[in-house]
């Protein structure tokens, strides 16, 4: 089994920055892509970025140009920096670890509450 745990979230202005962190632990030898997907209030969990683990990113097309995420593969952790946030970025946060098998096993954390205020 991997654990998926976030960190970070909280409320922030207009035009401000935030910083999210997840950790995966337990069984993580066969997870590649870890990313960060945001769901809305009576919204469909949609992506906001993942990376492999040889650094590939994808970038949802409303966060590109002012997310980026990162990687740290010996601590199995994955970064999300959020700039120029938007009220419209407004939605709880989950982080997910996905392996490379086939089929693919996804694990989930919990969620962080992202809230942005104009």
């Known amino acids: 089994q991997v654990q998926v745990v976030e960190f970070g979230g909280g409320l922030v202005q207009a035009g401000g920055s935030l910083r999210l962190s997840c950790a995966a632990s337990?069984?993580?030898?066969?997870?590649?892509?870890m990313g960060w997907y945001r769901q809305g209030p009576g919204n469909q969990r949609l992506l906001v970025a993942d990376?492999?683990?040889?650094?590939?990113?994808n970038y949802g097309e409303s966060v590109k140009g002012r997310f980026a995420i990162s990687r740290d593969n010996a601590e199995s952790r994955v970064y999300l920096q959020m700039n120029s946030l938007k009220p419209e970025d407004t939605g709880v946060y989950y982080c997910?670890?996905?392996?490379?098998?086939?089929?693919?096993?996804?694990?989930w954390g919990k969620g962080t509450l992202v809230t942005v205020s104009s």
């Open positions: 990376i492999t683990r040889g650094g590939s990113t």
């Open positions: 337990g069984s993580i030898v066969g997870i590649n892509t």
């Open positions: 997910n670890a996905k392996s490379g098998y086939r089929p693919p096993m996804n694990y």
